[in-house]
């Protein structure tokens, strides 16, 4: 590059091809050059991989000094040839698989939870002893669990399978597909009492953990005879929080 200092002009910057910046004063200031990304390791360049056009820099103007220190802003597309940088692709994984595990999705599926069993008590007060749903059974704690899901969140899938344990049926579970959480739902019984349940939420992880669309699973169990004697046992020894893939264990309601 060459440029007259009595002319404004663009410098060049240099970014890494995850889309760090290391320099936007690439021949102006050469001491800030970098041939690798000191944040992430990777290699720097300064044209676009596409069309080799040199990646537009700090705009100067002669005369004029700039104290504000801002930096130019990385592009995400080439403005010569119209192709994504490599970095484009990299980074809306990353916003992707932060989304999954946004603290708000999870606090809100654990405040549906942790209050689901005084919703069903709510709903048994209706005025002149009218109908309403009295949880008997999964499916009922499935279509409850299931309307108030649809107050936060926009895309709810149903997700079928077969388990693979004894005696068991086709179930339908909850994919939030935006947010890659899936929802298991479970009703304590007679026959599924703590060991049971155990034993089939290590089959379900299992499962779920090869899920294309799964990055957190959460187990909504629900206890209202209080089946399980030591809850938060359970929850202890299935919680786990993996890179890609996140467990969480909800019995609700403890302290029978």
Partial sequence: ???????????????????????????????????????????????????????????????????????????????????????KSKKKKIAESAKSLNPDNIFIINQICERFHLVTKQLRQRYNNRETLDIQDEYDVQN?????????????????????????????????????????????????KAKELGEQLIIDIANYKKHPNCKVLYCFVYDPEG????PKGIENDLNSNEDKFKVIVKIIPKGH
Avoid at 42 to 71: A, M, Q, W
């Fill in 1 to 87: 590059m060459r440029y007259d200092d009595r002319q404004s002009f663009y410098d060049v910057m240099q970014v890494c091809v995850n889309g760090h910046l290391i320099t936007d004063n690439y021949y102006t200031s050469p001491e800030f050059r970098k041939s690798f990304c000191t944040s992430c390791g990777e290699k720097t360049i300064t044209t676009c991989p596409n069309c080799n056009k040199e990646l537009k820099g700090d705009y100067h103007v002669p005369g004029v000094v700039d104290l504000s220190f801002s930096r130019t802003p990385v592009p995400e597309i080439c403005e010569y040839c119209g192709k994504d940088f490599p970095w």
């Fill in 227 to 230: 089946y399980i004697a030591n």
């Fill in 144 to 192: 409850l669990l299931h309307s108030l899901l649809v107050l936060y969140f926009d895309d709810i899938r149903p997700e079928e399978w077969i388990p693979s344990y004894a005696g068991s049926s086709k179930r339908s579970d909850f994919l939030l597909k935006d947010e890659n959480i899936i929802i298991e739902v479970k009703k304590t019984r007679k026959n599924l």
